[in-house]
């Protein structure tokens, strides 16, 4: 990783006629700027959840205000320029110029109209630098919403018609002609808010998210669990603990995690979580189930199409024992074809739905196959092309073929109409 990597932000100071002009026929023009601190904020805040986990420095590129009106605003751990004279690209071009001249190495530039830009994609930025000329994040406006570079190319910022439909694809030709290396699936197309239609993206983006992780003695694995959630946006962590008699509890606290109490029992933990979490989309995790990096916009982006009821991950597992990539990719098929995601994925949906549903049924076993069940009949299951990584303990103790056997006969038994008491003494005797 270098040293001598640096975010520039391209924003204005948040003075009200001024501000995102072209939302003040809906927000008026106190609410217009008002939204634009926000975002400008919300930027920044995942530029700093980014620098504390890798050594990048920061810049504000501003229009209007000074650089005392900027700081007093924004703080004084960061540096502040002014964007200067001249369109999109002559402001970008000196941008550049002036902090690969300062000895950076790799800089990347983006603006605060696109609320799913997060920490995640920042890093992924950065780490396409390390091999690639070029990083460029698609806007679904036709722009970008994210550009990075090793070096000046100034020929990427020359006749460009900016604030149209052609800058993307005028870019990516400019740098195809010019022999720079880039990846054009590395980072994701995004959404702006710019338009008066565009709100209903920035209300989306900002629903808050509680992950509720069932734990009963888990103190060996629950702090590399809860380490997997942070650097996320608007989330907050329900620990629903089923009376652990060793340091589960105090590991949980210590992080500044919520913790409920309940009667053993995942689904009955589950449900205690619930009721106490406070997001509009409820995650349930295992608490030996490691996150994806930037879980949480893919989550937002994945509840905001109205036919997905439920969503989960795809399936990895920890481990080199033989037989777990085959274990993995059956997951993933059985998951995507017959909607069918289990609870280790890490099931999410919007919280209202959970509640309409009444919850988990409170069964020993065979609650998420259940609840899983019941949801896809009243919409679509959406699995988010991103792998939660889980703990291959089970498989390693038992062996893969008598765990999965084990797991398809539980399920064939339920299916069957096997008391549910029944399954769950005979798996768990295994």
Request: with cysteine.
């Amino acid at each position: 990783m270098s040293l001598l990597e640096q975010l520039i932000i391209f924003t204005r100071y948040p003075k009200p006629g001024t501000a995102k002009t072209r939302l003040i026929p809906a927000l008026g023009a106190e609410g217009a700027a008002d939204l634009h601190r926000q975002m400008t904020q919300h930027t920044l805040a995942q530029a700093r959840s980014l620098r504390s986990a890798r050594s990048i420095t920061i810049e504000i590129r501003f229009t209007g205000g000074d650089a005392a009106d900027m700081r007093a605003w924004l703080g004084d751990d960061i540096s502040y320029e002014p964007q200067g004279e001249g369109d999109l690209g002559d402001r970008l071009t000196r941008a550049f110029d002036a902090a690969l001249n300062q000895g950076s190495q790799s800089v990347v530039v983006v603006g605060t109209d696109c609320p799913y830009l997060d920490a995640a994609l920042l890093d992924t930025a950065f780490d396409a630098l390390q091999q690639r000329d070029l990083a460029l994040g698609p806007a679904e406006d036709g722009g970008y919403y994210l550009i990075g570079l090793r070096k000046l190319v100034p020929e990427l910022f020359v006749e460009i018609p900016w604030s149209t439909a052609e800058v993307w694809q005028r870019t990516v030709a400019i740098a195809q002609r010019l022999g720079l290396s880039l990846d054009l699936d590395g980072l994701p197309t995004l959404s702006d808010v710019d338009y008066p239609q565009d709100l209903p993206t920035w209300e989306q983006a900002q629903r808050k998210i509680s992950v509720i992780i069932p734990t009963l003695n888990e103190v060996k694995i629950l702090a590399k669990t809860l380490r997997s959630v942070q650097h996320s946006s608007n989330v907050e962590i329900v620990v629903a603990d089923g009376g652990s008699h060793d340091e589960t509890i105090a590991i949980a606290q210590a992080q500044g995690v919520r913790v409920v109490r309940a009667s053993p029992g995942r689904a009955i933990q589950m449900n205690a979580g619930a009721r106490v979490a406070s997001g509009e989309i409820l995650l349930f995790l295992h608490s030996d189930t490691h996150l994806p990096k930037g879980f949480d916009r893919r989550i937002r982006q994945t509840l905001n199409h109205p036919s997905v009821i439920v969503g989960a991950f795809e399936l990895a597992i920890s481990g080199t024992v033989a037989g777990l990539r085959l274990v993995e990719w059956g997951v993933n098929v059985r998951s995507r074809r017959l909607q069918l995601p289990y609870g280790d994925q890490g099931i999410f949906l919007r919280a209202e739905t959970f509640r309409k549903l009444g919850g988990f049924p409170e069964l020993p076993i065979m609650e998420d196959f259940e609840l899983v069940c019941r949801l896809r009949r009243l919409g679509r299951v959406a699995i988010v092309p991103a792998a939660v990584l889980t703990s291959g303990r089970r498989w390693q103790k038992l062996g893969v073929l008598k765990t999965t056997l084990i797991n398809q006969l539980a399920i064939a038994a339920y299916l069957l109409g096997v008391s549910p008491d029944r399954i769950a003494r005979w798996y768990r005797d295994k």
